[in-house]
């Protein structure tokens, strides 16, 4: 590997990589980054391909020594190189920059075709405008800060030839699951916690600093980006996701009785009276939303998403609450909400319930159990218990 190098005075990274092509044979390539794109070569002076950076779609390190780049107009290229970590962060810098030309280009553009200036506004268009202004760059732009903190926060953690890389792949290499999984999520979350305060503690980079989304000349700058939830995000992929196959697998083990209990009470017609449940309160446009966010619980379970399942779980009682809304029940009680909450869980085929809430309880972070998701994890707990009473 030569990085830099300069030619025709330009200056391009060049790695040797081991690209895999349709029929899944390995082949011996260069790869050359360039200002103007890549060129895929099969020899230093034989060009197989050049691919301008408009046509990269996303960059994607699968682990240590993969990585795959996906384009709008060719099937994804495989690579397979040793230091697959440092030519992620390499094409994600040129790729930055390109953007950030073309960025300025278009906004000179626009600012010269843009109309004389519109008479005075009162304070609430001021802000109104400046407010649309702002969505419209970061429209233009298809890029914001937290996606940027993002990307040199995943530079550190999967970076197996950095000390914080390696722990982590130490970590995954070397798990072993505890006696039941509330000792298991107590112990990665633990982890979690650890691996971000030394991130937010010792890593002074550029990209951890505060800054502030959009310039003064384009209009009011937003709030700084809450750098530690762009950490948690990135640790919780770089550490939970690959641990999803052992933590299921004592999911699995430990609710296997309750699991064959929901499905088969959720496999039966339950009538709404068994439950205690008013007619008004569940119709087909009252609770097809919510079961419908329900059932994306169980997928988000697979890939061991809380975030997903965070989310799902927030769609599904918000859309029972504002059924009760609708039918002017602006204040639901415990013992009407809960038999409601119930018969969702029963009807969307949850079959592992359970385990849905386990990951939530476990996995989640202090951050994310305060306030409202605290809350209706909660009542989630409530809900599995009545629902695991009248299975018997």
Known sequence: MESPRQQHGCTFAEYEVRKTNLRGRKQERLLRITDSGLFNLKKPDVVKRHIPFTDIKQITLVDTHHFTITFHSLHDYNYEAPTSAVIVRELRTYLEQHTDTENSQRAIEMAQRSPKPPPPLGISDEARIALQRRRKLEQLTGSCEDTRIGLEVDALVYDRTQDLGFTIKAYISNFKPGASFSETGAAVRRFID??????LTNCDTDAL?????????FGTPVAPVAIADVVERSLFSAIVHPLTNPLNAQLVCEF???DRAIRAFGDVAIAQEAMDVAATMIDPAGYAT????????DGALNGMDAALMRGALLDAVRAIYTRAAAIGMQNVSADEFLPVLTFVIARSGLSRAMSAHAVLDTLLSDVDRRGEIGYYVTVYQTALGHLLSLTG
Do not use: D, F, N, S
């Open 194 to 199: 650890q691996v971000k305060r030394h991130i």
């Open 209 to 217: 600093r505060q800054y502030q989304i959009v310039p003064e000349q």
């Open 256 to 258: 296997e009785t309750q």
């Open 290 to 297: 919510a079961v419908t966010a329900m059932r994306r619980l």
